[in-house]
DNA sequence: TCATATACCGAAAAATTTTTCGGTATGCTA
DNA sequence: TAGCATACCGAAAAATTTTTCGGTATATGA
């Protein structure tokens, strides 16, 4: 296989399950960007998080979709078109996104003051 | 420096602010351990998490405490003694690690079944 | 005396993730 | 026709994290 994950995801306890389906770089950002429902093509999604490679989204994605968090829908068409969907699943954890979400915005400070601006 | 995170938080958003000081393999596993605010010696938490090497939890809890999200006492005493206890900031991201235990719990059955048992 | 336990560190190896680069195929626009 | 955009993939390099191993120092128990 090309490029895949030793272990999809982390069944020893259900923290680790949970941490293993977000843990990578951009998954809470993506799920993030989808939170809305809509679909976004995987050009938008490029632009939405320019700091990311646009490889590691494929790999990502392509992840969160056998991960059941993210469906895909694909239109057979020239040039390609696809678009990626937040499915109910990777809506249940929105309030988890959203929690992350809210402790960074209330505690960035400290962080940016201990380690900001180099 | 031995070993040490070239970025040691993510400044870039607050949802990567907040999983980039979570996110490494065991923290959200010794923040959950730490909850209950009582004192732990380093050789507890290894007890506690077995699957992990004593190497990771040093490091692991090193950098939680640079973060603020551990205490550490040191008794200066010989054989040596430290305990690690969970910081008001800590505490603060218990209901983050809540919400991601049940939500592991609740959809456990689901990667059972898709990843479990080879 | 020898083994064990304690807490931690450094170095190097191994594993994993992320990044970079190049390639596929085709339609549109200049 | 040339260049660009689209969506994706493979391979390899780079970066990062995790693991393994060995070492420090001293007290205790066999």
Known sequence: MPYEKKIPVDLDC????????????????????????????PSEIHKCLPEAAPRVLDIQLKEMVEDGLVAKTIFPELPPRSEYQ??????????IIDSMLQWGEKHFDIFEKKYGNK
């Open 14 to 41: 259900p923290l680790r399950l949970t941490m293993s389906l977000i843990e990578s770089k951009w998954k809470s950002c993506i799920l993030d960007e989808l939170r809305s429902g809509d679909t976004m093509r």
């Open 86 to 95: 937040i499915t109910e699943l990777g809506k249940s954890l929105l309030p």
